[in-house]
Every structure is written in structure tokens, then in C-alpha cells.
């Protein structure tokens, strides 16, 4: 199973995102400030990290900021 994280996924460039990558087979994990992920707080980023252990991502697209 292949998966991608993208940033910035609520709408716009970051949803369409999601949806070709979904086309395409992945399984899409995608996070927003509305998800509960704001970029530029670094405890956010860290409860991401610590839920996504162990957990392999083969794409990482970065569409927030």
C-alpha cells in the first residue's frame, strides 16, 4: 500500500492533490488546520509525528504556508 501526507489538503491545490494521488492509487493522509494540523506550531507538528509512528509515507506533499 503506498501513501502520501499532504499539508494544506481542506481545499484548493491541496484537495485536487489528494485526488489524483487517490486516483492513483494511494491512500491519502490529509491534514489542514481545520484536521487539527497548523504548520506552524510545533506541538501540532509533533501529535502528527507521534500518530503517524511507524507509519510509512512514500509521498510527502508540503502545500501549506
Wanted: aromatic content about 2%; some cysteine.
Amino acid at each position: 500500500m503506498k501513501r502520501a501526507l499532504v499539508t494544506g489538503a481542506s481545499r484548493g491545490l491541496g484537495l485536487e492533490t489528494c485526488r489524483q494521488l487517490e486516483a492513483r492509487g494511494f491512500t491519502v493522509l490529509a491534514t489542514s488546520r481545520a484536521t487539527g494540523l497548523d504548520v506552524e506550531d510545533p506541538a501540532s507538528i509533533a501529535a502528527l509525528a507521534q500518530r503517524l509512528e511507524g507509519t510509512r509515507v512514500d509521498v510527502l506533499v508540503n502545500n501549506d504556508g
